[in-house]
């Protein structure tokens, strides 16, 4: 959570979010599809703020001591996002969670299960992310 922005020092006051990143405890946890349903839930709200991240990783995700998902690392985010900005994340995070974590069985569709649950417009955005699929160039 951001707490202050003091244009005129150049400083930023934020919250500080303790914990390991989501990458470094998805495949040895207890529950691994428990995290992702977390992930899921994170990033249905963080979207219906109308917030893209931009780099939509598990390693930008901080599994906080109260077992909820934290983002950081905003540097290629935007707000106002639209339908495009907001499949573009999920795509990034699909891509990455089954690069990085495809020991996990059926994590990704958790994510999507929980995502779609919470996000309203998951349906708009989960479409798009087939068309985004469909211009890459290589499959």
Do not use: W
């Amino acid at each position: 959570m951001i707490y202050d922005i003091d244009m005129q020092k150049g400083s930023i006051t934020m919250e500080l979010l303790e914990g390991p990143k989501a990458k470094d405890v998805i495949d040895s946890a207890e529950d691994p599809l428990e995290i992702c349903g977390k992930i899921g839930i994170a990033v249905a709200k963080l979207h219906s703020a109308g917030i893209c991240h931009g780099d939509l990783t598990t390693s930008n995700m901080i599994v906080c001591k109260d077992g909820s998902i934290g983002f950081i690392d905003f540097s290629m985010g935007d707000i106002g996002a639209d339908t495009e900005a907001l499949g573009v994340d999920m795509h990034l995070l699909e891509r990455a969670f089954s690069s990085a974590h495809s020991s996990v069985v059926n994590g990704y569709e958790t994510i999507v299960e929980s995502y779609s649950d919470n996000m309203p417009d998951a349906k708009a955005v989960l479409d798009r992310v087939e068309v985004i699929k469909g211009r890459a160039r290589y499959t």
